[in-house]
């Protein structure tokens, strides 16, 4: 089944580390997000990519960096100057951007935590 | 997203009540969509919206766009445990740009 796969499910980090949160796609879709949910605030988008070798930066891309390399991989590195990390972490894509009439797939998330 | 509000923030239910939670829109919305979050886990894409009045159905779960297409409304009929999760409504105003409402809590007491 087509889907999107997130890992790891739990992931802590220590102070000054950086950490790479892996999405990867078998749903052939041109476009991939990336969003961090906080208690009571919802999604925020972090980065977001329309094709391969081309990513932009969306609301809260401060202290992250993404790659995208192949199509069906958009790994997340939250990097030390994220000064709070600890959150819940999405991915998702879509057929394009203009496939968003279509609704995005997500994956399951990633909890990364700071100890 | 201060573009949708979502009302309540959270809500307790009586399993075999009815429920509706709000979407606001700021400005008016090309397409608006529903999710379903279970606790810990990814979102789960329920319905959308895109025609001014449109209105939806899956199951128990009747989602309505108004005519201006600025406010949809989620509405469950005879609650279930398994209702229970966080409904997030999501829009787009352009090809670019896309944001969700802050969720609604949903709790099912049997």
């Known amino acids: 089944d087509g889907g999107i796969t997130q890992s790891p499910k739990y992931l802590f980090r220590k102070e000054g580390q950086n950490v790479t949160l892996s999405c990867e796609q078998n749903l052939n879709h041109d476009a991939m997000y990336w969003y961090r949910q906080d208690p009571g605030q919802g999604l925020r988008l972090i980065y977001y990519s329309q094709i391969v070798n081309d990513f932009q930066k969306g609301d809260i891309a401060e202290g992250y960096s993404v790659s995208r390399e192949k199509k069906e991989s958009f790994p997340l590195t939250v990097t030390s100057a994220q000064k709070n990390p600890t959150a819940f972490y999405l991915c998702?894509?879509?057929?394009?951007?203009?496939?968003?009439?279509?609704?995005?797939?997500f994956g399951s998330g990633t909890r990364l935590t700071v100890v | 997203s201060q573009e949708l509000e979502q009302s309540p923030q959270s809500l307790i239910v009586q399993e075999g009540k009815n429920l509706t939670i709000n979407c606001t829109s700021s400005?008016?919305?090309?397409?608006l969509y529903w999710y379903k979050q279970k606790y810990g886990e990814g979102l789960i894409f329920l319905m959308m919206l895109q025609k001014g009045g449109e209105e939806k159905s899956h199951e128990k779960i009747t989602a309505k766009l108004d005519e201006k297409k600025q406010q949809s409304s989620l509405h469950i009929t005879a609650s279930q445990p398994s209702h229970a999760g966080i409904y997030l409504c999501?829009?787009?105003?352009?090809?670019?740009?896309?944001?969700f409402g802050s969720g609604t809590k949903l709790n099912v007491k049997p």
């Open positions: 999501g829009a787009h105003y352009n090809f670019n740009k896309f944001y």
């Open positions: 998702a894509s879509s057929p394009g951007l203009q496939g968003t009439l279509y609704g995005y797939t």
């Open positions: 400005k008016t919305l090309y397409g």
